[in-house]
């Protein structure tokens, strides 16, 4: 299979610094810290050193104040509070479901808001990353779907939301104290606010620094990214990122596709499942996850189930099954416990792991597919006023 060029996506991306203002480390690789650091008067020869010091301190310590990097001399701390910051986007309210979900409302430069979502479990702890402020797929289940795609986020945006959520959960490990091997927040899954294949370089750094072994630690293993299926840039998941896939199906005929996830328009079933058969390092212990929302008399028939299992022949995959979170206006049902266990049953008899997601943070709208930031949703609500008055939107 031939695919085309990789897609750019014509979506605004506000620069990392003002120009007359210091440069923000956060969301800067390795590389274009040290390339930063020697336009700012870094001797070359010291620069990769002054690099492994400030981003330990930064990712492994979680340290904001240049003053406190005690293993620089003072000149040098002088030196980089000139000429950098390292800033992070605000958390602009928390919300804590009576599951424990936490769902932060976090302010980006410009004044645009995303939603981030800290799922806890018994085993691990999971962040629900956004990529960028809304999402231009419309898919016709998804809640910030129906929010106009405003622009990318950063590399320091997106593992801006990260080290937030470290802050909040009190994570950032203590010099001098015993080592701590428990991990809070040890699974990022890049589900949240828009769709990351159309943000792939700024996904790809964030996640670079995410799993750098002397910064976060995180392991390639425990970060997922999600897509809808933009399938030029799958590949380049595998052998620039190399985390986890999962795919946002939802359906086994074009038909109800192009309905519930529109850019199978562009790229239809037959396409994107000839590209996860050539991805990369694709085994059973590294298998896609397909992502199947369950939507009552839509897609969630016998037939569907074994068309599904039909369609995914021959790849590694296990089948998540989302049970339809429910937002106000929605224009779908839930399906039935019983029917999404028959489903289940069809999926697992054919040799496939088929879970039944359990939803978590319904009550604070910060279940899949719920997202949306606040000030979108007050925005619609002034627009509807306003149209009721006869009166112009907002």
Not at 77 to 89: E, K, N, S, T
Request: proline share 6%; aromatic share 6%.
């Amino acid at each position: 299979m031939t695919l085309s060029a990789p897609i750019t996506q014509h979506v605004h991306t506000i620069p990392r610094k003002a120009p007359d203002g210091p440069a923000n480390l956060i969301g800067l690789t390795r590389d274009g810290m040290r390339e930063a650091f020697v336009a700012a008067g870094t001797p070359e020869k010291q620069a990769k050193m002054r690099v492994n010091q400030v981003w330990q301190w930064i990712y492994h310590w979680g340290v904001r104040d240049f003053a406190q990097m005690t293993n620089l001399a003072k000149d040098y701390r002088a030196l980089l509070a000139q000429h950098f910051v390292i800033a992070l986007p605000e958390i602009v309210s928390k919300q804590v479901s009576s599951d424990g979900t936490r769902k932060y409302l976090v302010r980006i430069a410009g004044g645009h808001e995303v939603e981030t979502v800290y799922i806890p479990e018994e085993d691990r702890g999971t962040l629900c990353v956004s990529s960028q402020v809304g999402c231009t797929l419309t898919c016709s289940f998804c809640h910030t779907g129906t929010q106009k795609l405003v622009r990318n986020l950063t590399a320091g945006e997106i593992v801006g939301q990260v080290m937030l959520v470290r802050d909040d959960l009190g994570e950032w490990p203590v010099p001098g104290a015993p080592k701590d091997e428990t991990r809070l927040l040890s699974n990022i899954v890049l589900m949240g606010m828009g769709e990351p294949l159309y943000n792939f370089d700024a996904v790809r750094d964030a996640m670079k620094i995410s799993m750098d072994a002397e910064g976060l630690q995180l392991s390639r293993r425990r970060i997922t990214l999600s897509t809808s299926g933009v399938v030029p840039e799958i590949a380049r998941t595998a052998t620039e990122i190399g985390c986890n896939l999962a795919i946002s199906f939802h359906a086994t005929t074009d038909a109800v596709r192009d309905v519930l996830v529109p850019i199978n328009k562009r790229w239809n079933i037959a396409t994107l499942l000839d590209a996860l058969r050539e991805y990369p390092n694709l085994s059973n212990s590294e298998r896609i996850t397909f992502e199947y929302v369950m939507l009552d008399g839509v897609n969630d028939s016998d037939e569907d189930a074994r068309r599904l299992v039909t369609l995914i022949e021959g790849i590694p995959a296990k089948i998540n099954l989302i049970p339809f979170n429910e937002w106000p206006g929605a224009p779908y049902k839930r399906s039935s416990n019983n029917r999404i266990r028959a489903f289940a049953d069809i999926i697992y008899k054919a040799g496939y792991a088929s879970p039944i997601r359990t939803p978590r943070g319904e009550d604070i709208m910060a279940a899949c597919g719920q997202l949306k930031s606040a000030t979108e949703r007050a925005r619609k609500s002034r627009d509807a006023i306003a149209a009721e008055a006869g009166l112009p939107p907002a």
